[in-house]
């Protein structure tokens, strides 16, 4: 069948989101035996302009407001949209490449903002040019790229339903509604619609709060000033979307990871903090009994999350050994002569694995040559910076795409706070430190950063062509591309942005990542210590875990991520339980699971589209939000009940599901 033939486009089988029964395949919406039109002039034009656009966006958003938005799903609904109305045949496949191209934004936006401000912050900008800006951001992506590939069979096929993948799946639900249309897709519609309408009234008119705390009441505030004990939901569709989508078990853990650090590690180092009598730590300014219950999160035990991560990456690492051997090995055999199997189907195939290495090997030798010349102007110290970043960005690449495999959110920021510890360390103990050892970690930070940020976001677009029938290794060549552009964009909206607003003073970007990056980075170059026995404790604690065999990840994101951002997952979690438990007949079940699947795809697809557009409108100078009535106790109550109703809304439109569906 020729690429310019388009057959009909069936639905999503029955096992897209199920484990596999021993024997039993997927086969995924395209035929892998047919060809379709994917890699055209139309789809690689709006990918690439896609990826301008929403750089640019998402870099002066997440840097104005401290929020980047994950750009897959928006640019999904465009691609679905834009497609339509041209009348493009087969059009799936080319939507497919468009969102995976235009995806690069986010990834290479995140890497970029959340360390390289920093250098301006720290009154660096006499030493930084564009061309360290765009390289860091570029090689870092072209190194997540690169990392994931040897992965992809383990995190898409080998795994199958057994990470809920949930910002895949609400892309998947909306690329495949966008082409088949019918019922599926009006109730996504009308999802999309609800939640959309929802969150933008939130966050534009501000009409009730975005979190709902306990402090409303007397009791609530009594316990959080005295015992730092206190409640926090955020009453978002879209977090609510994807705690139905990541499930009962992955919620449950992940919350458990958060109450731990807040019912348990708050409330004693609160205590302990009763006999301390000096500010402990190098960014701390308050005795820990003067510090509220979200200054010791910040402070101290998120630190715990981030050791646990670290940890849990080293171990996942143990445990993928195997696939890691047997990529490597392939990829041996191949650099020395061995034919690659191309008679392969095409939606298993990836790049080969020669070029996978040649590919490492020149961005290595690449990254040396910039960091010999651009950033520290010494052989050893270029080859000690290659190394952190080769090292890092290899061991946390499992890391990145297994936390986005569970819960949708990449905790980049958490393991570049340790690539700038570590990094940090190093260089001071070889003599590299003050502001050209802070330019220097800053840099390979960066670059490290946007490796493990292109790595979380390109193992979505491949999960999303592993469920739809695309050809991984058209996915995987034409996103280098993509990231070329978002680089150069990200690197000229940084400095046209610090030309215009700056980062510091009166009126300045908040910048809260690239902040708190060179809060830490500067008494690390004074020789000041890390908060290391926490991050020990941490990693500790996921060993534990492990041995009991608890999911140390999703438990150690728990404890790093924000309270309010976890507990609408559990809720999301238990809706999906209930619906889908309720009747003997399973078969009717199943249908009203996959009713709410839609719903919360339609949630979380609504949710980050009118996201995208408020935070425009903000920046726009179009703020109708009252941030003295939203912060007031009776817009939290109002919040409450409106998210009562939204989850009420969720389990009533699940369980009008029909077999015959």
């Known amino acids: 069948m020729s690429e310019h033939e388009v057959t009909k486009i069936p639905g999503l089988p029955d096992n897209a989101y199920t484990e596999l029964k021993p024997g039993e395949e997927y086969h995924p919406v395209m035929s892998p035996q047919n060809e379709y039109p994917e890699v055209t002039p139309y789809s690689l034009i709006t990918g690439l302009i896609m990826a301008v656009l929403f750089s640019a966006s998402a870099a002066y958003l997440g840097l104005k407001i401290g929020q980047v938005f994950e750009a897959a799903i928006p640019i999904a609904i465009l691609a679905v949209g834009i497609t339509t109305i041209l009348k493009k045949k087969g059009g799936l496949g080319q939507n497919v490449i468009i969102q995976s191209v235009g995806a690069t934004s986010g990834a290479v936006v995140a890497g970029g903002i959340f360390t390289l401000p920093a250098l301006y912050i720290l009154g660096l900008d006499k030493y930084v040019q564009f061309y360290q800006i765009f390289l860091a951001s570029l090689f870092g992506g072209f190194l997540g790229i690169l990392f994931l590939v040897p992965f992809r069979k383990y995190f898409v096929s080998e795994m199958h339903g057994k990470f809920p993948f949930p910002e895949a799946t609400a ?13 599926q897709a009006i109730v996504l519609i009308i999802s999309g619609l609800i939640g959309g309408a929802y969150d933008f009234v939130v966050a534009t008119f501000g009409w009730w709060s975005e979190v709902f705390t306990t402090r409303v009441v007397e009791v609530g505030q009594n316990l959080a000033d005295k015992l730092k004990l206190v409640f926090k939901i955020n009453i978002s569709s879209a977090i609510l979307g994807l705690g139905y989508i990541v499930g009962l078990r992955y919620s449950a853990i992940i919350v458990a990871g958060s109450f731990l650090s807040w019912y348990v590690i708050i409330p004693v180092f609160a205590y302990l903090g009763n006999y301390i ?38 171990i996942g690492i143990i445990r993928s050994s195997n696939i890691i051997k047997k990529s490597f090995t392939l990829g041996f055999k191949e650099l020395f002569g061995a034919k690659s199997t191309n008679d392969e189907l095409r939606t298993q195939r990836d790049l080969p694995m020669k070029i996978i290495f040649v590919g490492i090997f020149l961005t290595a030798v690449l990254i040396l040559v910039f960091f010999m010349f651009g950033v520290v102007h010494n052989l050893g110290l270029a080859l000690i910076g290659l190394l952190i970043v080769l090292i890092i960005s290899f061991l946390f690449t499992t890391v990145a795409a297994t936390a986005i495999a569970i819960v ?18 190093v260089l001071v103990s070889v003599g590299l430190s003050g502001t050209a050892g802070m330019v220097s970690a800053l840099i390979i930070g960066g670059v490290v950063c946007t490796a493990l940020s292109q790595a979380g976001s390109f193992i979505t677009d491949l999960k999303i062509g592993y469920w739809l029938g695309s050809s991984p290794h058209k996915q995987e060549r034409w996103k280098f591309l993509g990231t070329i552009f978002s680089a150069a964009t990200v690197a000229w909206i940084i400095m046209v942005l610090n030309d215009t607003y700056g980062f ?73 339980h209930f619906v889908s438990t309720r009747s003997k007949d399973e078969s009717l079940n199943k249908t009203r699971k996959e009713r709410g699947t839609l719903i919360a795809s339609g949630f979380i697809a609504g949710g980050a589209l009118m996201g995208v557009i408020s935070a425009i409108l903000r920046y726009a100078g179009y703020n109708w939000v009252n941030t003295e009535w939203q912060e007031s106790h009776s817009a939290e109550l109002i919040a409450i009940i409106m998210f009562m109703l939204l989850s009420l809304y969720m389990i009533w439109d699940s369980m009008r599901a029909k077999k015959e569906e």
């Open 171 to 183: 892309t998947t639900e909306v690329l495949v509604a966008g082409e088949k249309g019918g019922k």
């Open 408 to 425: 949708g959110t990449n905790p980049v920021s958490g393991m570049t706070l340790m690539t700038l510890i570590l990094s940090s360390v």
């Open 504 to 576: 510091t003073g009166e009126g300045a970007l908040v910048a809260p990542q690239a902040n708190a990056m060179a809060a830490v980075i500067q008494p690390l170059m004074s020789n000041q210590a890390a908060p290391w026995m926490l991050y020990l404790a941490g990693a500790f604690m996921a060993l534990i875990l492990t041995i009991v065999k608890v999911p140390a990840l999703a438990f150690a994101l728990g404890m790093y991520l924000p309270l309010e951002l976890n507990t609408p997952l559990l809720i999301g979690g238990l809706i999906a």
């Open 277 to 314: 009598v000096a500010p402990i730590g190098p960014n701390a300014k308050l005795l820990i009994k003067d510090m509220s219950a979200e200054q010791i999160f910040s402070n101290y035990v998120r630190h715990i999350g981030i050791g646990g991560i670290a940890m849990a990456g080293l």
